[in-house]
Each structure stands twice: as C-alpha cells, then as structure tokens.
C-alpha cells in the first residue's frame, strides 16, 4: 500500500488512526500497540501476503537471539551476537544477491548456473540494518526490558517500515511509554499533516512528473544530444531527491500524528559544499548507522591516517552494495568514498575555496555519480556520461527549434496545455525545482516553524490546496524509487 493512494489516504490511515487513540482511551494501552502491530502487518501484506511470512520469522529469530544474549554470559554473548548479524545478513543477501554472485560466477568460469530471479520483499534492507543494531545493542546495552509486541511494533511501524528513516529503539521505544502521548496532540497531528502534505507534493507532483524525463533519457541514452544527456541526469538527481526526501517526509509527518518523533533523514543536502558534508545531510540515518555500528567497530579514525582511508571505503562500499545488487551501485559507492578521502587530504592544506566554487564541483560530483547509480549498465552511464562533456553547438541550438524525439513518451502527460516533451516546460520545471533545492528552507525547517494557531489554520488550507492537486495527479502514480533497494 502506498503512501500515495487513495485506499492509504482515505481509509487505511483514518481508521488506523481512530482506533488507536479510542484504545488508548478505553482500553489498556497494550491493545492499542496490538492493534498498530496488526495494522502495520496489514499494510505491508497488502504488498504481497508472502512478504509476511519472511518478516515474521525474521522478527521472531531476532527478538528470540536478543533474549538469549540478554540472559547469557559474558563468554557467550559475543558468540549470539554474531550469530545473529550472520543471520540478518544471510538473508538479506540470500533475497538480493544471489542472482548478482550466480552472473558474476557463471562469467567468471563460463559455468551455467540457473537465476533464482527470487523478489526481493520491500524494505528488507532497512529492516535488516535496524535488526542488526538491536541485536548489536543488546549485546552491548540490554534489552532485556521489551516486551515482544513492542519489538515487533519498533520493526513493523508502518510509516518507516519500507524505506525508513532507519530508526533505533532506544529513540523510538520508549516513546510509547509517555502518558502524554496516548491521547490526540493538536500540534503533533498539524506539524504531521503540514509535512505529509509536503512529502505528498514533493512525490506526486515533482518526483513523478520529472522522473518521466529521467526514464524517457536513460531508454534512449544511446541517441541523446549533448543537452539531452544533461537533462537526463538532473532529471534524475532532481527525481530521487525529492521522491527519497518526500517519502522521508511522509514517514515522519504520518509518526507524528502518533505523537511518535522520527530521526530527520534529509537536511538539504544539496546545499553541502563537499561530499563529507553531503552525507551529513542525505540520508542521514543511514549514514548514522554505518558510522556506528561498521565504521566504529573498524577502528574509525583512531588507528592511523592510512586505516582511516581503508575504513571510509569499506563503509562506503558497504553502502553502494547495500543499495542494490549491482557493479554500477558498487562503483557509486567507491566513487563517494575515493570523493571522502579528498576532501579529507584537501582540507590538511588549509585551503579553502570559496563558497560557490565548492558548492558547485560538489553538486556536479553527486549529479554524475547519480548517473551509475540510476544506470542498468556500466555501459549505459558511461555513454550517458561521455554525451554530458562532448559539447556540440547544434544540439544546443536545436533544443529549442526541433521535436524531442528521445523525450516522446513525454507527450501522454500536459501541463496547462503545454506537453512535458516542450523543451520550455523541461527547462523551467528543472530550474525551478533546482532552485528549491538550492535555496528554499527544507521541510523539517518548515515544520519546526509552524505552530498551531489560526495563521497556523489558513496555511493549512494552502496546503490542503495542494493535497488536492496532488490527489489529481494520483492518476499516474508510481512506486517510491528507494522501495527497489
């Protein structure tokens, strides 16, 4: 079930909503985190029933491993703690890597394995990293203390349970247990709604609409012009932004009217002035989990500058591999680390360059890596990549003045009589959206500002304004990128 849907907006959610806070009125609190768990594993079994059995199983092995370290010795928790990160990552690469070792095997040796071509169940990677971090915790902190419902809920909870933020329990558990948050928080449920709405918009009305651009440039890319090939990759990085940082968006307003508060996974990130200060600000919880539980565990930065290096690639390459069975994700991930790295010696010089400068080799470093990480092929982000710095003048020139054949399937879709195949309509939609990007206070800035009260009311009209448009545009809704990873 999708966040923008109809049958999510109008029903899952009201009554998901209605029932809890009625329980925790008239019921004992414990019903009303029953109930969330049951509505969670309806919605991710709405996705597809089988997805439900591999998510119980692993739910019931983990929190089963994580009493078993809480009631072992201190000679045999390190052994369960292992055992359960082996298990985690068993099965996350059993359901997204098999078929990537069994290519790479049969090119290697010219053997002649079968494909699996086994599906992957939606958000499995995050799952599993929240997994892992309690199984670590517990070996580390205990957990003695949590009920299994409430385990079950920390890794079910609908509004992150697909794509994130990727959340710990000690941020996330014990919010349930605050009195307050048992009953309705008019401020909790505007901040939500304003910034759902946003998340809503950012998706449906940005993502959606851009990434046809995208699609349309990376099926064609072998015949795109000089302009076209730019068009497509900030098409794309314009796409993912906004569709990752809605859906961030959208899980965090949905918690909210929970009165559950979730980590803030974007800060507008492409405003960072060098890659370091990118990951501070993409996917920030991902980036947090890695540095804590990969990046720590290796040493840091404590054993020598030389290890460090070795330590910012291997977690860097753990995240290019994590995001998907691929070389392209493998080579993006390298590439971010080899950027890290740079930016680390650079900074030993005590040169600074100046802001604008910095900023931009630092946006046009991440809208070329995109290109690998949206590519099929090596292949096809290289040729894609080679087209951006081969400038030809009568490419330039004819943007203006020839169809888009490459951009034709853009044609089913019009804006206020103009179809998304104009040259006008790519050109401003991209500047426009860039400039956003660039420039605009980002949504959580937005959300912290709003306060409840009657200048609060009118904005919320706006707002529902653009629901509404939203809703319109449903009719060409699509999957959230990150649910491929």
């Not at 491993?65 to 045999?76: K, P, T």
């Not at 329990?169 to 307050?180: A, F, R, S, T």
Request: a positive charge; aromatic letters at 20%; one cysteine or more.
């Amino acid at each position: 079930m999708l966040f923008n849907s109809f049958e999510f907006i109008f029903l899952f959610l009201p009554i998901t909503f209605v029932v809890y806070f009625f329980l925790n009125r008239f019921s004992n609190q414990q019903y009303a985190i029953y109930w969330l768990v049951l509505s969670s594993l309806f919605f991710y079994g709405y996705f597809k029933l089988t997805y439900l059995t591999i998510i119980t199983v692993s739910i019931i092995v983990n929190f089963a491993l994580s009493r078993i370290i809480n009631n072992s010795n201190n000679r045999l928790r390190k052994t369960y703690m292992i055992i359960g990160v082996i298990f985690n990552v068993l099965i996350l690469c059993y359901y997204k890597y098999t078929d990537f070792f069994i290519t790479n095997i049969n090119s290697l040796f010219d053997t002649d394995f079968a494909m699996l071509h086994l599906l992957l169940p939606l958000g499995l990677s995050f799952i599993t990293f929240q997994q892992i971090a309690f199984i670590v915790d517990s070996y580390r902190d205990g957990t003695a203390h949590y009920k299994f419902s409430n385990y079950a809920l920390f890794i079910l909870f609908f509004p992150q349970l697909v794509a994130g933020p990727i959340v710990q329990h000690d941020e996330m558990l014990p919010q349930y247990d605050i009195k307050e948050n048992r009953k309705i928080i008019h401020d909790n449920v505007a901040r939500g709604l304003f910034i759902f709405v946003i998340g809503l918009v950012k998706k449906i009305v940005i993502a959606d609409t851009v990434g046809i651009w995208a699609n349309a440039g990376f099926e064609n890319y072998s015949n795109l012009s000089f302009v076209e090939a730019w068009i497509t990759s900030l098409s794309y990085t314009v796409q993912l932004y906004y569709d990752f940082s809605g859906y961030s968006d959208m899980a965090i307003g949905l918690a909210l009217l929970f009165n559950i508060k979730l980590p803030v996974n974007f800060f507008s990130p492409y405003k960072a002035r060098n890659i370091q200060e990118f990951w501070k600000k993409w996917h920030m919880t991902l980036n947090r989990f890695l540095t804590t539980y990969v990046y720590f565990p290796l040493g840091g930065s404590r054993k020598g500058e030389f290890r460090t290096y070795i330590n910012i690639l291997i977690i860097f390459f753990i995240s290019g591999f994590w995001h998907g069975a691929g070389w392209n994700f493998i080579l993006w991930g390298l590439m971010h680390g080899f950027a890290s790295v740079v930016v680390r010696l650079f900074s030993k010089t005590g040169v600074k360059l100046p802001y604008l400068l910095s900023w931009f080799i630092t946006f046009q470093f991440v809208n070329i890596a995109w290109v690998y990480f949206r590519a099929t092929s090596l292949e096809q982000a290289n040729t894609i990549i080679s087209k951006m710095f081969t400038p030809n003048m009568e490419s330039i020139t004819s943007f203006f003045t020839e169809p888009l054949t490459n951009f034709a399937q853009a044609e089913a879709f019009s804006v206020m009589g103009l179809t998304l195949s104009d040259p006008i309509v790519i050109v401003v939609g991209l500047l426009i959206t860039l400039v956003l990007a660039f420039t605009a206070l980002n949504s959580i800035q937005l959300m912290d500002k709003m306060k409840f009260n009657w200048g609060a009311i009118i904005y919320m009209q706006f707002m529902i304004a653009l629901v509404l448009i939203s809703i319109y545009y449903m009719q060409k809704n699509s999957i959230f990128l990150y649910f491929n990873f």
